[in-house]
T-cell receptor, first 110, second 113 residues
Framework: EDKVVQSPLSLVVHEGDTVTLNCSYE??????LLWYKQEKKAPTFLFML????IEKKSGRLSSILDKKELFSILNITATQTGDSAIYLC??????????FGAGTRLTVKP | DVKVTQSSRYLVKRTGEKVFLECVQD?????MFWYRQDPGLGLRLIYF???????EKGDIPEGYSVSREKKERFSLILESASTNQTSMYLC????????????FGDGTRLSIL
């Protein structure tokens, strides 16, 4: 059965710290991996990754995919309290099934 | 910007009631989805629709049904609400299959008493 596992489930850091969130997957016929950020309301799209080794970057956030080892990481540098959220990883297969991980709850303390 | 609007932010219903959750999107997206989100379980797909009047079961369709009479609207129906359906319900829409991220509504926190 396809599965997406995120770790850690929860993380507490202080402002200015750098964090790395992990997403590993076992999916038949992988197509793409997506990261979302969910604050109090709707998850918002961050990145979509389809190729290994190509880093996607947006400000202090970056992400990379390793299709050989079947995982992706999301890095956040110089964290701010506004980065506090649940970060969701989702994997899409070639038959267009999308499967979400349980999410990582990040808390950034001042 | 894509706007996905869910009709209620919070809803409280009683066991056995028939419950309707409404979702409307304004970007002419073909695909629409209903998920429930529970702590430690992430988002689980209940139903999705890839066209008007078309629907497909997701991972946890039991106890739910859906309706898509118009392209912009996708309704989730709890036929006879039970306490284990207390959850956060998220609606999403996207362009047709492929490398298309989903756009989510703000969610409906449903409590069944």
């Amino acid at each position: 059965e396809d599965k997406v596992v995120q770790s850690p489930l929860s993380l507490v850091v202080h402002e200015g710290d750098t964090v790395t969130l992990n997403c590993s997957y076992e999916v038949t016929n992988f197509r793409s991996l997506l990261w979302y950020k969910q604050e109090k309301k709707a998850p918002t799209f961050l990145f979509m990754l389809t190729s290994s080794g190509i880093e996607k970057k947006s400000g202090r956030l970056s992400s990379i995919l390793d299709k050989k080892e079947l995982f992706s990481i999301l890095n956040i540098t110089a964290t701010q309290t506004g980065d506090s959220a649940i970060y969701l990883c989702a994997v899409v297969s070639n038959n267009n099934d999308m499967r979400f991980g349980a999410g990582t709850r990040l808390t950034v303390k001042p | 910007d894509v706007k996905v609007t869910q009709s209620s932010r919070y809803l409280v219903k009683r066991t056995g009631e028939k419950v309707f959750l409404e979702c409307v999107q304004d970007m002419d997206h073909e695909n629409m989805f209903w998920y429930r989100q529970d702590p430690g379980l992430g988002l689980r797909l209940i139903y999705f629709s890839y066209d008007v009047k078309m629907k497909e079961k997701g991972d946890i369709p039991e106890g739910y049904s859906v309706s898509r009479e118009k392209k912009e609207r996708f309704s989730l129906i709890l036929e006879s609400a039970s306490t284990n359906q207390t959850s956060m319900y998220l609606c999403a829409s996207s362009l047709p299959w492929g490398h298309q991220p989903q756009h989510f509504g703000d969610g409906t926190r449903l409590s069944i008493l």
